[in-house]
């Protein structure tokens, strides 16, 4: 009897195949002495569509709502049926007797593998391949150390809850907003709520009141200090006492009240997991959290070079540490050779910071495999990632940062003034960053700068010694607001008030991204019109992070056999009646902000702006309607009278004309009749041949007829 195998995806597949010695390749999969290794396309196996229950719900209407089966069912999807049919025949075949599951080793693999065994009907024994890498040793490893299938059970429940919930949830709100309010109206259990802190933050921002203030530094001569008051702050709100401390400052002596030496011992930052990585690289790199998911992805898949991405860990195993050293080897070439090769001479000082077995549930934090990299295979992105996480994992065997920190406090004319330094004792774990690892935090709130210098490089400074004040500064600023969401600070907000898994949540920012709701402005994330109006028509306990967070734990608690699925599912249901009922009884008004200054010329209603992935289209609302045009702007080959520059070819209610973006002249396209230039014979030719029957291929009798019905 043979074991079937079912990755995920075709290029996993084929790796499988090839390490377990499977080489007769048939469409759809492959197949060896001992092992048939066949794959999905992603989901092949999907929840039933409402129409799929009912044809009805094929229209949205607001009475039918909200719609809630008793049981879920499933359903083919169709774009990948034909890879459903070939899995479907090797589950069938009768010389296979078990089935290993080699989905990814987490919750949505396990969800997409059973459910495809439930729609083939697999009622035969499986096991489950649970591995963290994908190299030829990982997988050998993996096959010699299957697991029970049931293991797996509590995790596919947690995960078949997540996928009701959404359909639940997201179908019935959705449905409601969009019919409600005649406009394609978007929600969820967890984009919105995090289209909602976007949104808070939006209007803490809006409602901020900026203020003028002014700081004062004074110059000592071989340092400067700046002047704080009895409160700590060095901000001085009114202009004239700050002019007044200027000049009292200026000239002065003082003493040195106290200088205060600390020593700071800085242990090396924990490895990645997913989201510290997705931060890091926003950060650094201005990654989008999708990005690095997809160039993680490869360099976990396709170049074998790191471990199991989606991964919310930042420790590692102790069943780890005899690899260690081996995955040292690997990367101690090029630039990281220098740092590494000094690791592998002496044992690796391995503390509970790098190993703890409490703190990995499913995978270990994301490092280097065993593999030897070859820098040159990699492009920009993929290096740019790879370097993070290889810099991080040899940073976890070198010793701590060691620094002095030193406060001082001067004393000028009965004024406090301050000044920060520090020396560096050794450099530790820094050296692995060129000793330049800038602390960057994930506040969200902007702090204003005072003009104090922490880092400053300090003369040795004695208590009690006399100073003398060279000349002053007075330098202004105002209060700022806090700073917009960057995709980095997002994703731990979402982290911190558990919205989503760190698989889920560069999907939902993309998700918000694409629904219009919130647009990309450099690295800030930007309500847009559509997502003000959003939030305000959904219920508040959709709005708020809590309610999300809670069902996230719930869920969680489901995958660790702490909790039941039906008294989380019921709570599902119960939610989406009061989510809809209250969109039934709003009162609230949407009003599209996208609306153009251009009609439409089948039906004269004003067109939408709206985003696609050739730029800007101007889409006619009206269902009846269809029509769609790009935005972009379109050059004709006639050029000004006045300034020669090329001019823009519009479209009106009169038809094609010319206008020049520089002094606005306008001109109608071949008013004279005599001349049409290539891009207005080929736009004519393609506007006639659409409205008339089919008359021979002959371009110019098309061009004729279309000059004829233009002109006459």
């Known amino acids: 009897m043979k074991s079937l195998v079912l990755a995920e995806k075709p290029s996993v597949a084929r790796e499988i195949a090839r390490v377990m010695g499977s080489r007769d390749k048939h469409k759809g999969y492959i197949e060896g002495p001992k092992y048939i290794v066949t794959w999905a396309l992603g989901h092949l196996v999907g929840l039933a569509e409402p129409e799929d229950y009912d044809n009805k719900y094929a229209t949205w209407n607001l009475e039918d709502l909200p719609i809630l089966p008793d049981s879920m069912k499933l359903k083919v999807l169709r774009e990948s049926a034909q890879q459903f049919k070939v899995v479907q025949q090797q589950l069938r075949r009768q010389d296979v007797g078990e089935l290993i599951v080699a989905t990814d080793a987490a919750r949505e693999g396990e969800l997409l593998a059973r ?32 697991k029970p299938g049931n293991q797996f059970d509590r995790l596919y429940e947690s995960a078949r809850c997540r996928a009701e919930a959404d359909w639940m949830i997201g179908l019935n709100v959705t449905r409601a907003l969009t019919v409600k309010f005649g406009a394609q109206l978007s929600a969820g259990r967890v984009q919105t709520p995090t289209l909602g802190m976007i949104m808070d933050r939006e209007n803490e921002i809006v409602n901020f009141r900026s203020e003028e203030y002014d700081t004062i530094k004074a110059d000592f001569g071989g340092f400067a200090a700046v002047w704080r008051g009895n409160n700590g702050d060095a901000r001085i709100f009114d202009k004239s006492a700050a002019e007044a401390l200027k000049r009292k400052l200026d000239g002065s002596s003082g003493r040195i009240v106290k200088v205060k030496k600390t020593e700071k011992v800085e242990p090396h930052p924990l490895a990645y997991d997913l989201t510290e990585l997705q931060r890091d690289a926003n950060r650094r790199f201005g990654f989008s959290a999708k990005q690095t998911s997809g160039v993680l ?39 990281y050779a220098s740092l590494a090769r000094p690791l592998l001479r002496k044992n690796l000082n391995i503390t509970k910071r790098v190993v703890d077995d409490s703190k990995v549930s499913d995978h270990h934090a994301i490092i280097p495999t065993e593999e030897t990299v070859l820098l040159n295979q990699l492009n920009t992105e993929e290096r740019k990632l790879y370097d993070l996480i290889v810099r991080r994992f040899i940073s976890l065997f070198y010793p701590p940062a060691r620094y002095d920190a030193v406060a001082v406090t001067i004393d000028v004319e009965g004024e406090s003034l301050h000044v920060k330094g520090t020396t560096i004792k050794e450099s530790g774990w820094r050296e692995v960053y060129g000793g330049d690892v800038s602390d960057e935090s994930d506040e969200d709130s902007s702090s204003d700068t005072d003009g104090e210098e922490s880092g400053a490089q300090l003369p040795v ?32 907000q979402m982290e911190k008030h558990g919205l989503g898994t760190p698989a889920t949540r560069a999907d939902i920012i993309e998700k918000l991204v694409n629904s219009d709701t919130i647009e990309r402005q450099g690295n800030a994330l930007h309500p847009t019109g559509k997502g003000k109006q959003l939030i305000g028509l959904v219920a508040p306990e959709l709005r708020t992070p ?22 989380f599912l019921k709570g599902i249901r119960g939610m989406s009646k ?49 029509y769609r045009r790009s935005d972009e702007k379109r050059l004709s080959n006639r050029r000004c009278p006045q300034c020669h520059k090329k001019m823009e070819m519009k479209e009106g209610k009169a038809g094609l004309y010319v206008q020049c973006l520089s002094c606005g ?31 021979g291929s002959n371009l110019g009798e098309l061009l004729k007829a279309a000059m004829e019905k233009k002109n006459g």
Request: aromatic share 6%; with cysteine.
């Open 665 to 695: 002249i306008t001109e109608t396209v071949n008013k004279d009749s005599k001349h049409v230039n290539k891009r207005e014979e080929r736009k004519l030719v393609q506007q006639y041949a659409k409205k008339q029957e089919p008359m």
């Open 546 to 567: 809590q309610l999300t967070a809670k069902w996230e734990a719930e869920l969680e608690k489901i995958a660790r056999g702490q909790g039941q699925p039906e008294p």
């Open 461 to 492: 400074l004695n208590e009690g010694e006399a100073v003398k004040v060279q000349r002053v500064i007075m330098q202004g600023g105002r209060t700022l607001p806090p700073k917009r969401y960057t995709e980095a600070t997002l994703l731990s």
């Open 115 to 146: 459910w495809i065994m439930k729609m083939g009907k697999w009622n035969k024994p499986f096991k489950r391949l649970w591995i963290s890498s994908q190299t030829d040793k990982a997988i050998k490893e993996g096959f010699a150390s299957l």
């Open 297 to 335: 992805q490869r360099l976990y898949e396709q170049h074998k070079l790191v471990t199991y991405p989606r991964t919310d860990s930042r420790y590692l195993t102790s069943d780890m540490t005899g690899t260690l050293k081996e995955r040292l080897e690997s990367v101690a070439i090029g630039p």
């Open 578 to 626: 009061e989510l809809v009922a209250g969109v039934k009884n709003s009162k609230a008004d949407y009003k599209p902000h996208n609306v153009s200054n251009s009609h439409c010329p089948d039906c004269g209603t004003r067109l939408l702006e709206k985003k696609g992935k050739r730029g800007k289209m101007l889409v006619c609302p009206s269902e009846d309607c269809g």
